[in-house]
């Protein structure tokens, strides 16, 4: 089994101003590794995904993320954020084999840009 | 826009009634997955379709069903409808490999009073 904890619930910042949002994870397994975005009324989006090699990983809207396996850790960072990042952000795994891809969230980080 | 749609957008319901929610995937996806995201919290997996078969299913019960067609659209069924029951329910497609991006609707907001 996987399990996702994503520390803080919610973090504000200003506006420019870098962030960092935190995610651990468990599994007695290999994993692959998600970052997904939800604005408000919609559903999710992939930011970026871990499937293998560099553990620094590069995603969309300037975002990038780096797997530490032996922290368990896949934090996300951007140096600069928008107020069009506000919104809250799903770090997410899923078993590297088996049949079918089960996904495992965590609860969630609402990022609040503040302008 | 990801091309995965879902049907109705919201929806409300009485305790111990039936309901069925409809996703019509993304064109070329032959997998969906269904979550349900209760408020504040993350989405949990309900279950798969592959070809139109369950292959691999959560921690739900059996009230909780599914179909999927033969042109990959699909159905989440939930009888015996609970107060808990209540949440966003999201419609996934993707292609049939493991790690592979999932493509997800805007979902269906369920109420159950």
């Known amino acids: 089994a996987q399990s996702v904890t994503q520390l803080d619930s919610q973090v504000p910042v200003f506006e420019e101003a870098p962030v960092e949002l935190r995610c651990n994870y468990s599994s007695s397994v290999s994993v692959y590794l998600f970052w997904y975005v939800q604005y408000p009324n919609q559903g999710l989006q992939l930011l970026l995904k871990y499937l293998s090699g560099s553990t620094l990983v590069k995603g969309i809207n300037g975002f990038e993320a780096e797997f530490n396996k032996s922290q368990t850790s896949f934090h996300l960072r951007k140096p600069s954020v928008h107020i069009s990042d506000t919104a809250e952000y799903f770090c997410a795994v899923s078993p590297n084999s088996g049949g079918y891809q089960k996904v495992t969230f965590g609860t969630g980080t609402k990022l609040q840009v503040i302008p | 826009e990801t091309g995965v749609t879902q049907s109705p957008t919201h929806l409300i319901k009485t305790r111990g009634q039936q309901v069925t929610l409809r996703c019509s995937s993304q064109?070329?996806?032959?997998?969906v997955s269904w979550y349900q995201q209760a408020l504040g919290q993350g989405p949990q997996f309900i279950f798969q379709?592959?070809?139109?078969?369950?292959?691999g299913r959560g921690n739900f019960p059996p009230r909780f069903s599914g179909l999927q067609f033969p042109n990959y659209s699909s159905e989440l069924n939930v009888n015996a409808l609970e107060l808990d029951d209540s949440a966003l329910y999201l419609c996934?497609?993707?292609?049939?490999?493991?790690?592979?991006?999932?493509?997800f609707g805007s979902g269906t907001q369920l109420s159950v009073l």
């Open positions: 379709y592959y070809r139109e078969e369950e292959n």
């Open positions: 996934a497609s993707s292609f049939d490999r493991v790690g592979e991006k999932l493509f």
């Open positions: 064109s070329g996806h032959n997998t």
